[in-house]
Structure formats: C-alpha cells, structure tokens
C-alpha cells in the first residue's frame, strides 16, 4: 500500500467527518481479539481518545481471543466494557426452543446478533456511532453475518481487503501475537476464516485487486459474491 501513514490519516478524518455529521458523540465497537478489530480501535482512538469504547463480549468463546483482546486495549489505552453473553444465548436458546442439532452457523451467527445488540445498547447510551470491523474481503464474498457483525453504523477498514489490513495493523503497532494468529470469527471451537472460505485470504485478495486466480477460486468467489448480495443491501421493496 502507497504512502500508509497518508492513508491512515485519511481514514481517521473520515471517521471523526462521519461521526460529526451525525452529531454523536465517538464510537463504540467490538473487540475480538482479531486484526481487524484491532486495527479498528487503534484508528478509532486516535480520533477520540476519551470516546471510543471497545467491548469484550464472549459468548461460549475461546478464553484466547479475550486475552488477545485484553492485550490490544493495554497497548492502546482503550476503555473496555467486559460483558458476558452466555446466560443470554442460553435464555434465548431456551425460549426459541433451539435443539443441539441446530447447526453451528445458525448458533454461531446468534452470537453475532447479541453481541451487534449489545453494541447498539452502549451506543444509544453514549450517543455513539457503531464501528463495524468487516474488511474487502469478507464483505466481497458474504463472509459476515447479516444484522450481526455487519450490523454498525460506519466501516472505517471496509475497502481495504485483508493484506492490506496487515499492512495497517504493522503500521499501528498491533501487537505481533495478534498478526500472527489464524484468523477467526471466534463463534465455535476450531473454526478458521480460511477454512470456511475453502481459500487464501491471499487468493481471495489477488482475485479482488488484479483479477488473477485459478478458475476454481474465480468461480468460487463469483458464486459467493452473487449468493451474498442481499446481505450487502439493503432489504428489496415492494413499488406500488
């Protein structure tokens, strides 16, 4: 990437811009323990050092990733909120009568949805804006879950694809634990972002930004990109 500190700078004028407008007051987002969120808070702290709150929201989670959390917000300073969501997907799961059987995406992309609740509890508290922490590349094939982590208010990292994210968090001094680690949506034990895509980020990221890939990944990602349309818009009207 060209000239990052220039780009850096850019993405923080447009977040405080967006934040402006919409007479609020800073942001709150989710921090998982990934890169992506990481480098989100970073970027959110430099522009409101007293108003970006982050939380730390396991729901039957890897004890790991909250530590990885824990280590970005002691790097940068951040405020944390620490709230614990499993009694709630526990109530919620009893109420709907969800059965073991259910599948772990259904289950997984519950989480998701209490922890987008959530954020959006402490941002109506604050009058803050919800930063969503989904990047190119995810959002290019669907690889989020809709009313869950792409529900938010601004995407500061949203057109940047996944190697550049790497580049952005080298640049902020994200800790090398947390660069270093296989990513992750953290929403059931053993999962991979590149095992559920059946790709490379880095395959991924060549097809998005030169077009270049084997034909297995081209149509992959084609078929991805066109099944996930109705997550990236908004819902289809009815016009009298």
């Not at 972002?193 to 490379?200: F, L, V």
């Not at 270049?212 to 990602?221: E, F, G, L, M, Y």
Request: glycine share 6%; aromatic share 8%; with cysteine.
């Amino acid at each position: 990437m060209k000239n990052i500190e220039k780009q850096c700078e850019e993405i923080c004028s447009w977040i405080k811009d967006t934040v402006s407008a919409a007479k609020a007051n800073g942001v709150v987002l989710g921090l998982s323990g990934g890169i992506d969120s990481a480098v989100v808070a970073a970027l959110c702290k430099r522009v409101y050092p007293e108003d970006t709150l982050c939380l730390i929201m396991p729901c039957y989670s890897n004890p790991k990733d909250e530590e990885d959390a824990k280590l970005v917000s002691e790097k940068f300073n951040l405020k944390v909120e620490r709230i614990v969501l499993d009694p709630v997907y526990d109530a919620l799961r009893k109420q709907v009568g969800s059965l073991d059987t259910d599948s772990k995406l259904l289950l997984g992309n519950m989480k998701s949805r209490l922890r987008m609740i959530t954020l959006y509890y402490y941002a109506g508290k604050n009058n803050y804006l919800v930063a969503g922490t989904s990047n190119r590349s995810e959002l290019t094939i669907g690889y989020f879950t809709k009313h869950g982590d792409s529900g938010s208010d601004i995407l500061p990292i949203a057109d940047f694809v996944k190697s550049e994210v790497y580049e952005l968090a080298k640049y902020l001094g994200i800790p090398e634990v947390i660069i270093n680690k296989a990513p992750t949506a953290g929403l059931w034990e053993n999962q991979t972002d590149e095992g559920e895509m059946k790709m490379t980020y880095r395959e991924l990221d060549d097809y998005i930004l030169y077009g270049k890939a084997d034909d297995h990944i081209k149509n992959r990602v084609d078929d991805l990109y066109k099944a996930s349309e109705h997550k990236r818009n908004m819902p289809k009207k009815y016009v009298r």
